[in-house]
């Protein structure tokens, strides 16, 4: 064996497991292994977890905080404001910004992401062109997928179609954009999965994100899902409108979720910031609620968006530190919620993305975190900054808190 994993503790499941690495998959999952291994590592009773998954971020815009600092805070200045900054960007820009995150997550633990690359006539290829090195250049501890992304509408963007056909030639993932910013959110997503069908390839939508009165474009995405024939391989960011439908429509478009094989990614570091705002008393929270999805079978995850930029002037790149909000948010608090929330940042999380065979399961991709905590509740509660992170088998990133020294006051006579 490559590796063997020793006394760690796995999620719901009760006593010491021993795990075996080899060829960049697990082996075995078992109580106690009698086998020769390379390297052996002792958990010593710490929480094994498959690598955390961010299922939504956006590399080209994160850090631009402190070129741009928020005036009004709204989404208004936020379109406008990276509208203006993205004038600006260049290739070396996107580069450093986009390393830190990645460098940051790697250590995180995140062995999976999905980045949206902002595709349009102001910007042009740039993104594409800065970050597709990127990708190859981390893979050995991170997998990462490009959403060639259409921010600011197609239908009155001329020649944003063609540039997004391009993009996906170059090596795009998945192909993606935003409706509700398009004045024909209806031929905007037509011409989205226009271009799935001639790569391919899955369809990632911000959807349903502005708290307005306009009505749902999640009936538009549903019924061409059915009519390409796409299902499961479309996954939706936001979803917020979603937390104002009374019980009873929300249960009748979870099925509809469920029969096509969508995907939901609730972004609460994002919708809590934006969301809301002209509720003056009994605000709203505006994440999706993601554990009402989940009881009636929908895929759902949640995942990051951005980091200290105009749409969110806050985080560090850490999706355990998002579910740990979201547990907050959505109020979960028992044992078996906890598991869930992890299970939504790995496991629930690749399913959304397209990712299968994640798990501490045998014959899954040997992608884990070891955590410095002994159960999901301590886990969310803490995010702990103590991490041994494992790609393909090999340890990538290993983060422990060392020592904390406390300097007692003096006793006053």
């Known amino acids: 064996m490559d590796y063997v994993i020793e006394n760690a503790t796995l999620v719901g499941q009760p006593g010491r497991w021993a795990i075996a690495l080899q060829d960049g998959k697990i082996a075995a999952v078992q109580p106690t292994l009698q086998v020769a291994a390379h390297h052996t590592l002792d958990a010593q009773g710490q929480l094994l977890i498959p690598g955390l998954v961010d299922g939504h971020i956006h590399l080209d815009k994160a850090f631009l905080l402190k070129q741009a600092p928020a005036q009004a805070g709204d989404f208004a200045e936020a379109l406008a404001t990276t509208l203006r900054l993205k004038q600006q960007y260049t290739l070396e820009d996107i580069q450093q910004r986009s390393r830190t995150v990645l460098e940051q997550a790697i250590a995180f633990g995140i062995t999976a992401m999905r980045s949206h690359v902002e595709v349009d006539p102001i910007l042009g290829l740039k993104s594409m062109e800065a970050l597709l090195p990127l990708k190859n250049e981390y893979q050995a501890g991170i997998t990462l997928q490009l959403a060639v992304f259409a921010q600011e509408g197609i239908t009155n963007q001329p020649g944003t179609a063609a540039l997004l056909r391009e993009a996906m030639a170059m090596g795009g993932d998945v192909i993606g954009s935003a409706p509700y910013v398009d004045p024909d959110p209806q031929r905007n997503i037509e011409i989205i999965f226009d271009i799935a069908e001639e790569f391919d390839c ?55 979720l469920q029969a096509a094989g969508i995907a939901v990614l609730a972004l609460p570091a994002s919708d809590l910031y934006m969301m809301s705002r002209q509720d003056t008393y009994n605000v709203r929270r505006g994440v999706a609620p993601l554990h009402q999805l989940a009881e009636w079978g929908v895929t759902v995850g949640t995942a990051t968006n951005n980091i200290q930029n105009l749409f969110t002037p806050f985080g560090d790149g850490d999706v355990l530190k998002i579910a740990t909000l979201l547990a907050n948010v959505l109020q979960l608090g028992t044992t078996a919620q906890h598991e869930v929330c992890l299970d939504w940042v790995t496991q629930q999380g690749a399913r959304a993305i397209g990712i299968d065979n994640y798990g501490v399961e045998p014959g899954c991709a040997a992608d884990l975190v070891l955590l410095g905590a002994t159960s999901a509740s301590e886990a969310i509660a803490t995010a702990p900054p103590s991490r041994t992170v494992f790609k393909a088998g090999t340890i990538v990133a290993q983060t422990q808190l060392q020592s904390q020294t406390f300097w007692a006051a003096a006793a006053v006579g």
Request: proline share 7%; glycine share 6%; hydrophobic share 40%.
């Open 202 to 256: 899955d369809v990632d939508f911000h959807l349903d994100f502005l708290d307005n009165d306009e009505p749902l474009q999640l009936p538009l995405v549903i019924a061409e899902t059915r009519k390409r024939q796409w299902q499961g391989r479309v996954c939706l960011g936001h979803m917020t409108k979603l937390a104002g439908l009374p019980p009873k429509r929300l249960r009748a478009i979870a099925a509809e």
